[in-house]
């Protein structure tokens, strides 16, 4: 749980020494887990929400929506996520603070590579931190979803089953899924959203700030997320590989920043992309390089738009055999946690 954990306490004052003898709360000012006596000791609610579900089912979309920020990278194909992304959004709910620590996940699947492993790893790791789980379905959903389904029946945290797209269904479409999954899963609410088109989206807000418990917030305020801005950068050259390239490409490849200087006009940023195979990396180039530089230009427009600064963007393409399977690369491209 979140609001355990020590270590991630990072902003917390601690709490003010209060008499609790005096206060009486309603049952729906506390959360599912804790004590009217815990409820009481701190004004104002602070957590880990975390979101996951299968691969393409829209969580990123989600999780940007629920922000306001685009802070995850989305694309029409699965396998997109690759981190843990956590997002965090401060403010006040009937006159009490909040911070709302989201995370968005990697579609789960079952690993093939040793990538996949630990991809599956920031999941586990983002369900032992909730306070609440979204756990996102969408229209198409074939009802695969035992592998899921069986993480989450482990957990006593609150589970807020989503079925996502609603914008491609008709009603009766809707109303099915819906009746579906009210006889599947334990969830604490089920509810039809469209992440892509905001519906639903104050309702979901309030059925998940009304399950977080009572705490002190665990970050600082101006912080937006947990990850540094070269992140971002590799995350939105990476978006622009899934766009533009197909098959295997977008897979095998992975972005690193090897440099970012921010000055005053500009940001000068470095990046190698690498891929598996030489074949792959002709690819990439294109005839004459001509696909690399469109990527390039596309990567540096949203890099522009993300930072607010005009960018200058170098690009490199490189081979590393085999990298979804060999430690030390994954060491090396942040998949360690
Ligand atoms: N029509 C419609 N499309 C959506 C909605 N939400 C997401 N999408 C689309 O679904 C695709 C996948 O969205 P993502 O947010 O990347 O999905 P994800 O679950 O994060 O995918 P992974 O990171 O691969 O696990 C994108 O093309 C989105 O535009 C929605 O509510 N309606
Ligand atoms: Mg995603």
């Given at each position: 749980m979140g609001s355990s954990n020590?270590?991630?306490?990072?902003?917390?004052?601690?709490?003010p020494d209060l008499d609790l003898t005096d206060i009486e709360l309603a049952d729906?000012?506390?959360?599912?887990?804790?004590?009217a006596e815990e409820a009481a000791r701190y004004p104002g609610r602070a957590g880990f929400v975390s979101i996951i579900g299968?691969?393409?089912?829209g969580k990123s979309t989600l999780m940007n929506q629920l922000v306001g920020e685009r802070l995850s990278i989305i694309t029409a194909?699965?396998?997109t996520t690759r981190h843990r992304i956590m997002g965090i959004l401060n403010g006040n709910h009937n006159g009490e603070p909040f911070q709302l620590v989201y995370s968005d996940t990697p579609g789960i699947i079952k690993p093939m590579y040793k990538l996949h492993e630990s991809m599956m790893s920031f999941v586990r790791g983002s369900l032992e931190d909730?306070?609440?789980?979204?756990?996102v379905t969408d229209i198409?959903?074939?009802?695969?979803?035992n592998d899921v389904l069986e993480r989450l029946q482990k957990t006593d945290v609150p589970v807020i089953l989503l079925v996502n797209k609603?914008?491609?269904?008709t009603s009766e479409q809707v109303e099915e899924k819906l009746a579906y999954w009210q006889e599947h899963i334990q969830a604490a609410e089920v509810m039809p959203i469209s992440a892509l088109n905001a519906v639903n989206i104050d309702r979901l807000f309030d059925a998940i700030i009304t399950r977080?418990?009572?705490?002190?917030?665990?970050?600082?305020?101006?912080?937006?997320?947990?990850?540094?801005e070269r992140f971002f950068a590799s995350e939105i050259i990476r978006e622009k590989i899934f766009l533009n390239y197909k098959k295997e490409v977008p897979y095998s490849s992975e972005v690193v920043i090897t440099g970012f200087k921010e000055r005053d006009d500009m940001i000068v940023i470095s990046s190698e992309i690498l891929v598996e195979r030489p074949t792959q990396r002709a690819i990439l180039l294109g005839e004459g390089g001509k696909m690399i530089k469109k990527t390039g230009i596309m990567a540096r427009e949203e890099l522009e738009r993300f930072f607010n600064k005009k960018v200058f963007l170098e690009t490199f393409v490189k081979v590393e055999p085999d990298w979804r399977n060999k430690e030390r690369s994954l060491k090396q491209f942040g998949y360690d946690e």
């Amino acid at each position: 749980m979140g609001s355990s954990n020590n270590e991630k306490n990072l902003s917390a004052e601690a709490a003010p020494d209060l008499d609790l003898t005096d206060i009486e709360l309603a049952d729906d000012e506390m959360a599912p887990n804790e004590t009217a006596e815990e409820a009481a000791r701190y004004p104002g609610r602070a957590g880990f929400v975390s979101i996951i579900g299968k691969p393409n089912v829209g969580k990123s979309t989600l999780m940007n929506q629920l922000v306001g920020e685009r802070l995850s990278i989305i694309t029409a194909k699965a396998q997109t996520t690759r981190h843990r992304i956590m997002g965090i959004l401060n403010g006040n709910h009937n006159g009490e603070p909040f911070q709302l620590v989201y995370s968005d996940t990697p579609g789960i699947i079952k690993p093939m590579y040793k990538l996949h492993e630990s991809m599956m790893s920031f999941v586990r790791g983002s369900l032992e931190d909730a306070d609440v789980i979204l756990f996102v379905t969408d229209i198409f959903e074939q009802h695969d979803e035992n592998d899921v389904l069986e993480r989450l029946q482990k957990t006593d945290v609150p589970v807020i089953l989503l079925v996502n797209k609603i914008d491609l269904a008709t009603s009766e479409q809707v109303e099915e899924k819906l009746a579906y999954w009210q006889e599947h899963i334990q969830a604490a609410e089920v509810m039809p959203i469209s992440a892509l088109n905001a519906v639903n989206i104050d309702r979901l807000f309030d059925a998940i700030i009304t399950r977080l418990p009572h705490h002190p917030p665990f970050f600082p305020e101006d912080e937006l997320t947990d990850k540094p801005e070269r992140f971002f950068a590799s995350e939105i050259i990476r978006e622009k590989i899934f766009l533009n390239y197909k098959k295997e490409v977008p897979y095998s490849s992975e972005v690193v920043i090897t440099g970012f200087k921010e000055r005053d006009d500009m940001i000068v940023i470095s990046s190698e992309i690498l891929v598996e195979r030489p074949t792959q990396r002709a690819i990439l180039l294109g005839e004459g390089g001509k696909m690399i530089k469109k990527t390039g230009i596309m990567a540096r427009e949203e890099l522009e738009r993300f930072f607010n600064k005009k960018v200058f963007l170098e690009t490199f393409v490189k081979v590393e055999p085999d990298w979804r399977n060999k430690e030390r690369s994954l060491k090396q491209f942040g998949y360690d946690e």
